[in-house]
């Protein structure tokens, strides 16, 4: 009987094992192609019961998209184009933009890794995907903006040449010599034009021929051949999106200015301004059961924050800045809560507001910080601070544990980046308004932050368990001028970033 069992052993045992090496023969045969360029991933793909599963985080990454993972919950969000998307392991349901979408076979985690069938990166990414079953290859090209049509209108001191894109995107324009010539390089772009658009003749004085090719995998090239050396401009418009040249003919540009536009739908694109989409989300911190820090003669932090931030409000929206307060009352909001109303409102710029206390009230701590996202402490006192204004999460007091792992992945973002460069401009503001000490810019792991998909700051204006400071947060001169720092930072962070760098 022994015998029988241990052979009966040694065969299971050699038949797990062929099964694991027929799954990671599998996975290691797998290729995948991002723009027909190899993808180097770290997890290897899985085929299980002929599903392919691909790593969620290296393929969205290299999508450009940011993955947040709650291991608690089993929750993954993906934030990508301006879009977010949840899902829980093995739940067969995807939400997109807070629609419901069911899916064939759901993520599951599959040897301690993330994995998503290849559906999910249909809906969250706007990709075309193909599998060639035979070389075991996966090829997932981007669908990205290219050239409709050029179109060229000649006026008496001008020629204006139109080029109609799918979707906006950057560009950039130059000149050249031997031959003079002008080109516009489209970035991100491919080339669909039909052959008639391809290369036009003109040949109207101003301009020979407009021809179009592909310069690289990345930039469409647009070359406008011209008789002579010539000055030019160049803009978008959108709704369509479009990019214009006007090329002036020699002698003429002091008249320029009286001609333009030529056609009404055609203006020229204004200078840096504020638009309706840079949206301002003011959160003012704590709230109903949630005092905040108490001062030594018990003013609340959370009367404070509401303070200003209905004075920021006035100012924004007399500058006519959409803006939003995530609470406007006396009322208890958690942490999370504040973020997805911030995504929902595609705010450009949220800025969290609070006023510090020291946990040891410890009375000589004095001055002004600026937080800005990170999965490390950075600077003096930062944990402390992000310990006591995590507090108000769903998660707490469980959310120091997991809260690395959540954020790690944002360390790299662009977001970060924007953010740190907008917390020393509002630093420097609050200083030079309230005369308080400058403590600098500082980074840490907060709850209310994580989940922004967008510039994103929490300002402690002043120390209100200092007594001298915790007497100026009471007064309405302090409130104002912290919220006119505020407004006077926010306005130049808007005025001074580009579309294409927030």
Excluded: C
Excluded at 90 to 110: G, N, Q, Y
């Amino acid at each position: 009987m022994k015998k029988i069992f241990y052979i009966i052993l040694i065969t299971a045992v050699f038949a797990i094992l062929f099964s694991l090496s027929s799954i990671f023969a599998q996975s290691s045969e797998i290729k995948i192609l991002l723009d027909n360029k190899p993808l180097e991933t770290v997890v290897l793909s899985v085929i299980e019961n002929d599903r392919l599963f691909v790593s969620a985080r290296n393929v969205v990454e290299a999508l450009g998209g940011r993955i947040t993972w709650f291991p608690a919950l089993k929750l993954m969000t993906v934030n990508i184009n301006g879009r977010t998307a949840r899902l829980v392991i093995d739940d067969p349901t995807l939400e997109i933009d807070e629609k419901v979408i069911p899916l064939e076979i759901p993520a599951r985690i599959l040897n301690n890794r993330v994995m998503i069938p290849l559906e999910v990166i249909k809906f969250i990414a706007e990709v075309d995907i193909k599998w060639d079953n035979q070389t075991k290859t996966l090829s997932i090209n981007t669908i990205r903006p290219y050239l409709l049509k050029v179109r060229s209108y000649s006026h008496p001191d001008k020629t204006r040449v139109v080029i109609d894109l799918s979707e906006k995107t950057e560009f950039r324009a130059d000149k050249l010599t031997n031959p003079d010539r002008i080109f516009i390089d489209i970035m991100g772009s491919i080339v669909k034009l039909e052959d008639t658009f391809k290369q036009i003749k003109i040949d109207d004085g101003v301009i020979k021929t407009v021809r179009t090719a592909q310069f690289n995998e990345e930039i469409t090239r647009v070359v406008f051949d011209l008789y002579r050396e010539a000055k030019y401009e160049v803009f978008s418009l959108i709704e369509p999106d479009r990019v214009v040249i006007d090329i002036f003919k020699s002698g003429k540009e002091a008249a320029i200015s009286q001609t333009l536009p030529a056609k009404s739908e055609e203006k020229s694109a204004p200078g840096p301004e504020i638009t309706g989409n840079r949206v301002v989300i003011i959160d003012p911190g704590h709230g109903g059961k949630d005092p905040g820090a108490i001062g030594p003669t018990g003013l609340k932090e959370k009367d404070v924050t509401l303070g200003i931030a209905l004075y920021l409000e006035k100012l924004l929206k007399g500058a006519g800045i959409p803006t939003y307060l995530t609470r406007s009352k006396d009322e208890f909001v958690y942490l999370e809560n504040r973020t997805n109303f911030a995504n929902q409102k595609n705010g450009f710029v949220f800025i969290s507001l609070h006023a510090n206390s020291v946990l040891n009230h410890r009375p000589s701590a004095e001055g002004i910080e600026t937080f800005v996202l990170s999965s490390k402490y950075i600077g003096a006192s930062a944990r402390d601070v992000a310990d006591r204004e995590n507090r108000a999460s769903r998660a707490h007091p469980e959310v120091d544990a997991d809260l690395a792992l959540i954020i790690a992945d944002l360390e790299e973002s662009a977001n970060i980046k924007y953010s740190l460069d907008f917390a020393d401009i509002v630093q420097k503001k609050l200083v030079n308004y309230l005369k308080l000490e400058n403590r600098g810019v500082k980074q840490a792991p907060f709850v209310v932050l994580k989940g922004a998909n967008m510039v994103a700051v929490i300002v402690e204006v002043g120390f209100i368990s200092n007594p001298k400071e915790e007497k100026l947060l009471k007064t309405s001169k302090f409130r104002e001028n912290a919220a006119q720092a505020l407004f006077e930072a926010i306005k130049y962070y808007i005025e001074t970033t580009p579309d294409n760098g927030g």
